[in-house]
């Protein structure tokens, strides 16, 4: 079975760009949450939807927004790039939401670097 | 606020030997307990998952103990072998809200 898809792999963009990613779940999977990891550090909570419905939000600003589609799978958008934009976007599936099961399963990412 | 604190930052082990990493929370609403194995250029993979009502969990040679009253969990590598190296992450969350909090993870060196 495919696990969590990304896309693009890479990705460069100058600052004051706008960028948008794409995430595909493991199939059967109804949630989908984004991570933002700096270099050297843990993934940081971005957003998380279920049923396309936005189900939580990190302390990111409002340059950050995503998306889910009836097939589940996921864009997450930002606006006005900085330069502190830079960094490893993760997606991560699961089944369902309330009541577990808790179990995320990470895709392998998109790498974005700020110019 | 840091809810997660994860030590030592980095670790280097000989081959065969055992490998601790040790984690505390703060927020008692956390209820389950996932360990993250990554690879360079890679995402996390789970490793391996703990809920706060049991104290030791085991799967080959990962182990999971759990202090519910310390807000404190660790996980051990025995047998550890160079393919173990890798950055290993613990993290929290809450039941019914997929957030997950991460530590700030462990870079382990397993050496031949």
């Known amino acids: 079975d495919a696990g969590v898809t990304q896309s693009p792999t890479h990705l460069i963009k100058t600052r004051g760009q706008q960028v948008t990613l794409r995430c595909s779940p493991i199939?059967?999977?109804?949630?989908v949450s984004w991570y933002q990891q700096v270099l050297g550090q843990g993934p940081q909570f971005i957003f998380q939807?279920?049923?396309?419905?936005?189900?939580g939000r990190g302390n990111f600003p409002d340059r950050f927004s995503a998306r889910q589609f009836p097939n589940y799978s996921s864009e997450l958008n930002v606006n006005a790039l900085l330069l502190g934009d830079s960094a490893l976007y993760l997606c991560?599936?699961?089944?369902?939401?309330?009541?577990?099961?808790?179990?995320?399963?990470f895709g392998p990412g998109t790498r974005l670097t700020v110019t | 606020q840091q809810q997660v604190k994860q030590s030592p930052q980095s670790l280097i082990v000989q081959k065969g030997g055992i490998s601790i990493i040790n984690c505390a929370y703060e927020n008692t609403a956390f209820d389950y307990f996932p360990w993250y194995q990554q690879f360079p250029g890679k995402g996390p993979a789970l490793l391996i998952a703990i809920r706060p009502d049991v104290s030791e969990k085991k799967e080959g040679r990962f182990t999971i103990s759990f202090n519910k009253s310390a807000k404190q969990f660790s996980l051990h590598i025995m047998d550890s072998q160079p393919g173990d190296s890798a950055t290993y992450f613990c993290?929290?969350?809450?039941?019914?809200?997929?957030?997950?909090?991460f530590g700030t993870g462990t870079k382990l060196q397993v050496i031949p």
């Open positions: 939807y279920y049923e396309k419905e936005e189900r």
């Open positions: 199939s059967g999977h109804k949630s």
């Open positions: 991560a599936s699961s089944s369902g939401l309330a009541g577990g099961p808790y179990e995320q399963y």
């Open positions: 993290a929290a969350s809450k039941g019914g809200y997929q957030k997950v909090t």
